[in-house]
């Protein structure tokens, strides 16, 4: 019975060793294929990446700046200038427009009040479940209330559709700050 019991413990040692490095070899080469998808992506749009962020009125389209490891920003439209930025804690108000990366993209849109009857909210630089990490970093650059940008957003630093969802996202971005 004792020797049994061992092999039987040997068997499921074995088993489990497999099954975990066969999991993280999978998640390895998701990760990879994201990795690939968002280069593809960046060639296919003629994407020049930039490292250092210009003057706030002197964005280019399609020069994207890399704020994360392959997360990329650029600023479409200057908000309103004349008004105070963003801070901390700020209350936004979010409207964006995700899609895939693929060559036929799929989206999924919250731009208007045809596709959503309102904006996402949240506190900027507040940890909250209606914002992933990569909108933080984009509104850091956005600034005033009325701006536009794009961003190209991996997976560990937008949403996922479950934690085994390696995807990465596109969004268009508009906010305004909310004034009380």
């Not at 105070?84 to 108000?93: F, G």
């Not at 794009?150 to 700050?177: H, M, N, Q, R, W």
């Amino acid at each position: 019975m004792t020797k049994r019991f061992l092999h039987f413990m040997l068997l499921a040692a074995v088993v489990l060793t497999g099954v975990s490095c066969t999991s993280a070899t999978a998640y390895s080469t998701q990760l990879k294929n994201e990795k690939k998808l968002i280069a593809d992506y960046i060639k296919r749009n003629n994407i020049t990446i930039i490292y250092e962020e210009p003057p706030y009125d002197q964005w280019k389209p399609n020069e994207y700046l890399e704020i994360a490891d392959y997360c990329y920003f650029n600023l479409t439209q200057m908000g309103d200038t004349s008004t105070k930025p963003l801070e901390d804690n700020s209350s936004v108000q979010l409207r964006y427009r995700r899609y895939t990366l693929n060559v036929n993209a799929d989206t999924l849109s919250y731009w208007t009040s045809n596709d959503a009857s309102h904006p996402i909210e949240f506190h900027y630089n507040i940890t909250s479940a209606a914002a992933c990490s990569a909108w933080h970093l984009a509104l850091a650059r956005m600034k005033y209330s009325g701006a536009e940008g794009k961003l190209i957003c991996p997976s560990k630093l937008g949403f996922t559709e479950d934690a085994t969802s390696v995807t990465p996202y596109g969004y268009d971005l508009k906010f305004k700050i909310r004034r009380f």
